[in-house]
């Protein structure tokens, strides 16, 4: 066990992406088995990270040196490694083909949906500028909201708060997306763009998407994404000094 204690402490990063992965393969697995993809993996295992999280020391799971390393892989560099990645796979001539509409859909989604984080975040008692802001980041997607929860200095409960809020969402847009695609003509790429620019997160919009129509995926995910990129720019920046001028 010693032995065992010291190869996980000297290879911490290594540990912390093989956790990730037995994670993801479970709940991947179980999403799509026993839920039959009405919830998709990513979001039953950023629930599962929080409890796991919750149950660990300040820094999470990261408090005890087994686990070290997922302060390295969980830390700002990698994260938004992973968000310039992301926003990569998608191309802007592609987004242009939805016209006027389409770049509108972004903007007004980001607006819309960041007040009402900040609404929710008022609700819960919060009432300050960085709070609020990072709590209605975090309503736009998981991504954005510790994304700007770190920008503005907030804190690690708080960043908490706006990636379960996202999580939330997520899950509510996977449930009700081919419930009401339908009724929204939510039937073919160019009502999938706007869907993914007006809904935003990407893993809620691709899932939600796969169990209407598989062939609109790529279509609400891409926008989606650009999404991602439009949050970030926009919530710990303007949208924050709008919140420190309302309060």
Do not use: H
């Not at 408090?63 to 997922?70: I, N, Q």
């Not at 500028?129 to 770190?150: D, E, M, R």
């Amino acid at each position: 066990m010693v032995e065992l204690e010291q190869i996980f402490t000297k290879n911490g990063l290594i540990v912390a992406f093989l956790i990730v992965g037995i994670l993801m393969l479970f709940f991947n697995w179980f999403s799509r088995n026993v839920l039959n993809n009405r919830i998709p993996g990513v979001a039953l295992a950023i629930l599962a990270a929080l409890v796991i999280a919750y149950f660990g020391g300040e820094k999470g799971i990261a408090s005890y040196p087994l686990f070290a390393g997922m302060a390295l892989l969980g830390g700002s560099m990698l994260r938004d490694f992973t968000v310039v990645a992301t926003a990569m796979g998608a191309s802007f001539d592609e987004l242009k083909k939805t016209g006027l509409v389409g770049v509108l859909s972004l903007f007004i989604g980001v607006s819309i949906t960041f007040f009402i984080g900040v609404v929710i975040g008022y609700l819960m008692g919060y009432t300050d500028p960085v709070s609020l802001t990072t709590i209605g980041a975090g309503a736009c997607t998981y991504i954005v909201g510790p994304i700007t929860g770190s920008a503005l200095g907030a804190s690690t409960d708080l960043i908490a708060i706006s990636i379960a809020t996202g999580v939330v969402k997520t899950i509510f847009v996977t449930i009700i997306t081919p419930i009401v695609a339908k009724r929204i003509g939510l039937d073919n790429p160019g009502s999938a763009m706007i869907f993914g620019g007006l809904i935003g997160t990407t893993s809620g919009v691709a899932a939600g998407l796969a169990a209407t129509d598989p062939k609109l995926v790529p279509y609400g995910a891409m926008t989606a994404t650009f999404y991602t990129g439009v949050g970030v720019l926009l919530c710990p920046s303007v949208f924050f000094v709008v919140v420190r001028l309302v309060f």
